[in-house]
């Protein structure tokens, strides 16, 4: 009988996936935050605050999944360089798992992303690599991963199938622990952005695997493909523009997004995510997020619509990134009249709102 052995030795998989546990069994998990709404609204606004993880934004959740799959999947080994497309926060969270295992990283960006986001992909190890246009990041992240042998992580395509959406502390599972002892513990809607897909994916699986009748929102910026897709239901929708507001707007509809689960989305003015992400600095005392704006801007409107119907319950979001990364754009005078924005109207709005609980936009 002949056999074909091509086993390789798994030391170096061991301890790999040992270093990710031991680094996940040192976390505590992040924050849910209460917003302050007025009491008499009888709704109540909480805001899963994914800053708090040591690289500072919702993606270290995805970047550890990614690893522990490719790992597990044999496609990342010893001295493996590993390349991904990505904006910055993803970028960011991968660098230092990377880091942490000894392997060089890539980061395949478009030349816009922040200085800020750039200074920290480098302080963890990772080198970036530019491209003029963000449709771009995807064929040149399969290149230079082809050219040095190395590994493209893919986050756009893998992070769906990379979380363990039943739960093993997900995202989602986490959210429902943490509301178990609040007046309304089953949120009436849970409102994220869709970014690679990956997060509203697993959110929306697990309420229906746990049978809860919380309902998915997704926010999305201007210019980002996924809610043209989500409304003609055009899976190959793209814009083939950048997005503004970083982390979240995508040029085409990402193989992760499964709009089966989405039960309602919402499409959010580029100023109006600034101005809602400036407001909530305020009322928190903590800088957050362009994303964060968005994802609070779709939450106001759910909010304004509850109360219209005399309806109490919960609306959980999240907070997915702090707002220093954005000193020299979101929070930027300068720049944002560069763009062509004007804060004006929607800061209106949403003064009006935390006033009378009225939604005119």
């Not at 680094?23 to 805001?47: C, F, I």
Request: aromatic letters at 10%.
């Amino acid at each position: 009988m002949k056999s074909c052995d091509r086993s390789v030795p798994r030391d170096w998989v061991d301890n790999a996936v040992r270093l990710i546990d031991a680094d996940t069994q040192r976390s505590a998990d992040t924050h849910l935050l209460r917003y302050p709404l007025p009491v008499e609204w009888n709704v109540q606004l909480y805001l899963k605050d994914e800053s708090t993880h040591i690289t500072g934004s919702l993606k270290h959740r995805l970047a550890r999944s990614l690893f522990l799959y490719a790992i597990c999947n044999g496609w990342i080994t010893e001295g493996t360089t590993v390349v991904e497309a990505s904006s910055g926060s993803t970028a960011i969270s991968e660098a230092y798992f990377a880091k942490l295992l000894g392997l060089d990283f890539v980061a395949v960006m478009p030349a816009s992303t922040s200085p800020q986001k750039i200074a920290l992909i480098e302080a963890q190890g990772g080198r970036c690599h530019f491209v003029q246009r963000a449709s771009e990041m995807y064929s040149e992240a399969a290149r230079l991963a082809t050219e040095c042998g190395g590994h493209y992580m893919d986050q756009f395509t893998h992070a769906e199938r990379a979380t363990d959406w039943r739960g093993n502390n997900n995202i989602a599972e986490s959210v429902f622990q943490q509301m178990a002892f609040e007046t309304n513990p089953v949120p009436e809607w849970i409102v994220v952005g869709a970014g690679t897909g990956g997060t509203s994916a697993t959110i929306g699986r697990y309420i229906r695997y746990r049978r809860h009748a919380t309902k998915l929102a997704v926010v999305d910026p201007e210019n980002s493909a996924f809610y043209g897709g989500y409304e003609l239901g055009d899976t190959a929708y793209g814009t083939g523009m950048p997005s503004r507001i970083e982390g979240i707007g995508r040029p085409r509809v990402e193989p992760s997004f499964v709009r089966q689960v989405v039960d309602r989305m919402f499409e959010v003015p580029d100023a109006a995510s600034i101005a809602t992400a400036r407001c909530a600095s305020t009322r928190l005392g903590r800088r957050v997020g362009g994303s964060t704006g968005t994802n609070l801007w779709g939450a106001f409107a759910l909010i304004a619509e509850m109360i219209a119907e005399g309806c109490a319950g919960s609306v959980v979001t999240l907070l997915c990134d702090g707002g220093d990364r954005y000193t020299g754009t979101y929070f930027d005078d300068e720049w944002v009249a560069a763009q062509g924005l004007s804060l004006a109207e929607p800061t209106a709005i949403l003064d009006k709102f935390l006033m009378t609980g009225t939604w005119d936009a």
